[in-house]
């Protein structure tokens, strides 16, 4: 009986061993992938569009390593490693791609160097003159830290667009738009918590990172702070220099066990918590949370000397996914159609100012509801009814744009700035384009010369061969009738008939003459 319960528990020992021996296989791939680069040590390196595998955090959540950015090059950068998208949440070099062959490597005096194709030094952290760091490592936060006695560098103090938990942002601290959704480079707009602790957004001076705009600021609204705190559970608020906790700017609770949480400031300019669901029976996509900063961007940017929340002669719209869209007005089109915020540009030409009366039948106005173009204003006037109003633009030829509202009407001269469509907007804008038909220098009036030449050339290809049609039937005719009558007549009777070709030629010369006059 003890026998074969020692026998059963040798069995189930077995069973055990064996079953630790396939778990440790398992693991083994993940375990070169997680554990072994836990601890990046000295030396190491990864190349560019290498099969080398990207230094992940212990949990394999976060990587850092090359992330291919379309055909343009690489990203020395940190994402989330387990969902999908691989969403990037910091980067290095994102003005300044990287090409195939470059390589990052925690040299042996302790500086992480991404050099170039041909081996030069374009990025170095920490910056030369400090000590060198005895180890690297990713974190499970999210933070890559080269370490030593103490930590030297983190990649949380150098943020691009995102925050992520646990991420605080110091005075003087900033975030920069990424240019596009999938183009990281520096964009339109930025997030800094000023040196006075005011945490401002600004426009910038695209291309340069300089603010222009400041369109939010906690100054008014939250007070000034010393610190910008991200913690673990979603709330974004601001500490003041005496530690006491001031209102927050992002107060959504998240369940950080079962969600990935960022803050962004996206391309569009607008500062966002998103979430996603870690394990896969959830939703997969990034969801905005609510409280979005600012609430609506198309009206919150009121600069009257730049481009707004889109470029000059767009109009921006809020979506329905709370995305702000720039969309151009009737008769424009996107000046490039890779940069929707670049602005829009006229399809047709401008009216001429030289001959205002003689254009105006070649013009129309379209009607653009809830819509205003703020800030182009040259003239206004009231009191006028609408029609008066669309008259008014109409004959003038600096009128881009008329604004309809009550019984007062503003003309605007392009570029238009700041244009913006909302329901709580009751403008009526009076859009003037010219009528598609008629392009410029032409109405229905005037001939087009080249038109002219080529209906008299097929008038007068055409009379010419009806001529040596008629003269080869007259021939034919006479010959026969000749031959008929036995060659009685003589043959200068026929070179007589043959002057049938005057009166033929002149009959058929009538629409030569009017080719002759029309032109
Ligand atoms: C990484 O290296 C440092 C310094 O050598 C050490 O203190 C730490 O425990 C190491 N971490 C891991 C996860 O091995
Ligand atoms: C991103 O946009 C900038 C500015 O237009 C451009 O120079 C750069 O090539 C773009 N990058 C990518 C990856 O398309
Ligand atoms: C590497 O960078 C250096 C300095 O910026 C530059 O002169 C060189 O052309 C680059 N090499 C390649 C292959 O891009
Ligand atoms: C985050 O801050 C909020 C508000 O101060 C607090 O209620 C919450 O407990 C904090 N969460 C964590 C994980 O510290
Ligand atoms: C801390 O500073 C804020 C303003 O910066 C002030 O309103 C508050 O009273 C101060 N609290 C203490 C305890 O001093
Ligand atoms: C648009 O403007 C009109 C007239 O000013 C107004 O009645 C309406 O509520 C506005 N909003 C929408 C969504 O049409």
Redesign the pocket.
């Known amino acids: 009986m003890r026998c074969l319960r020692i026998q059963y528990l040798h069995i189930m020992n077995l069973q055990l061993l064996y079953c630790f021996c396939f778990f440790l296989l398992l693991q083994l791939p993940f375990s070169t992938n997680g554990q072994a680069y836990n601890n990046v040590s000295l030396g190491k390196s990864l190349t560019a569009a290498s099969s080398d595998l990207p230094w992940t955090s212990p949990s394999g959540e976060f990587a850092f390593g090359f992330q291919q950015v379309s055909n343009a090059g690489y990203l020395l950068a940190i994402w989330f490693n387990k969902i999908p998208e691989r969403t990037i949440v910091w980067s290095a070099n994102r003005n300044n791609l990287a090409q195939r062959g470059s390589t990052v490597q925690l040299t042996a005096d302790g500086q992480l160097v991404l050099n170039n194709q041909s081996g030069t030094r374009i990025w170095t952290r920490p910056e030369l003159g400090g000590s060198g760091a005895a180890y690297a490592a990713m974190l499970d936060t999210g933070n890559f830290v080269l370490a030593g006695q103490a930590n030297l560098w983190q990649s949380f103090d150098e943020p691009t667009d995102t925050l992520l938990p646990s991420q605080n942002l110091n005075l003087g601290g900033e975030l920069i738009a990424p240019f596009q959704e999938k183009n990281y480079s520096d964009g339109r707009f930025k997030l800094i918590l000023q040196t006075d602790g005011n945490l401002v957004m600004y426009t910038t001076a695209y291309p340069l990172t300089t603010s222009i705009f400041a369109y939010f600021s906690t100054q008014s609204s939250i007070?000034?702070g010393h610190q910008l705190i991200f913690n673990q559970s979603g709330y974004m608020y601001l500490v003041?220099?005496?530690?006491?906790i001031l209102n927050p700017v992002f107060s959504n609770s998240v369940p950080s066990q079962d969600l990935y949480l960022r803050a962004t400031i996206d391309y569009d300019g607008v500062f966002r918590q998103y979430v996603y669901p870690k394990t896969a029976s959830g939703g997969k996509s990034w969801t905005i949370l609510p409280d979005s900063i600012p609430s609506n961007i198309c009206l919150i940017i009121t600069y009257s000397a730049g481009r707004g929340a889109c470029g000059f002669n767009s109009y921006c719209r809020l979506g329905d996914d709370q995305r702000a869209s720039c969309r151009c007005p009737y008769g424009y089109t996107f000046s490039d159609h890779d940069d929707e915020r670049k602005g829009c540009k006229k399809t047709f030409i401008s009216q001429d100012c030289d001959h205002p009366s003689q254009e105006i039948d070649s013009f129309e106005i379209r009607d653009m509801l809830n819509t205003s173009f703020p800030y182009a204003d040259y003239e206004v006037f009231r009191p006028v009814d609408e029609d008066g109003c669309r008259q008014s633009c109409l004959s003038d030829c600096y009128c881009d744009v008329a604004t309809f509202k009550d019984d007062k009407c503003t003309k605007k001269s392009g570029p238009l700035l700041n244009g913006v469509t909302d329901p709580s907007i009751g403008d009526k804008v009076l859009m003037k384009v010219r009528i598609a038909n008629r392009t410029a220098g032409s109405s229905a009036k005037k001939r087009d010369p080249s038109a002219l030449i080529v209906t008299g050339s097929v008038l007068l290809g055409s009379s010419i061969f009806l001529i040596v049609l008629s003269l080869l039937g007259v021939y034919v005719f006479f010959t026969r009738w000749n031959r008929k009558k036995q060659k009685v007549i003589p043959q200068h009777h026929v070179m007589r008939d043959m002057n049938l070709q005057n009166f033929t030629y002149n009959e058929v010369g009538v629409p030569l003459d009017l080719f002759t006059k029309g032109y």
């Open positions: 007070g000034s003041a220099t005496n530690g006491t």
